[in-house]
């Protein structure tokens, strides 16, 4: 059956049927908001925010980078540490980590030879939390 063809409904004895569903099934029309509209379309173009939004997310959006923030979540830890608790390498543990840092996401702090890492502040604390509570609903 091409494009342009109708389907046949069986019942109706071979009777061609419309493609599109009948009007009870379609959406009314509407009038929108026309103001809120123009509040949301402001807030959808500011780019710089949600680039950062989601850059954030896609920062948070592997196993591995959310048990390093999950395990940081506890307490400043120290790579070695960390890569232990998470079942990794030190040096995938580091690379990820260098990718939470730039993202802001945690904090470094240099004791001699060891990083310990902690997370940067409050906000990323409730990112955590607010998931971990969405998830557990």
């Known amino acids: ?78 790579v070695c540490d960390l890569a232990e608790a998470v079942d990794s390498e030190v040096s995938a543990v580091s690379h990820h980590l260098r990718l939470l840092r730039t993202m802001r996401l945690v904090t470094a702090r240099r004791d001699g030879k060891r990083v310990y890492y902690s997370l940067t502040d409050d906000h990323v604390r409730a990112l955590l939390d607010q998931g971990l509570e969405h998830v557990l609903r």
């Open 1 to 78: 059956m091409n494009r342009t063809e109708s389907r046949t409904d069986p019942t109706a004895g071979g009777a061609a049927r419309p493609r599109h569903p009948p009007a009870a099934e379609q959406c009314a029309p509407h009038d929108p908001d026309a103001a809120r509209a123009r509040g949301l379309r402001r807030l959808l173009r500011e780019e710089r925010r949600l680039e950062g939004l989601a850059s954030i997310f896609k920062a948070m959006s592997t196993r591995l980078r959310l048990r390093i923030l999950l395990a940081v979540r506890e307490g400043e830890t120290c």
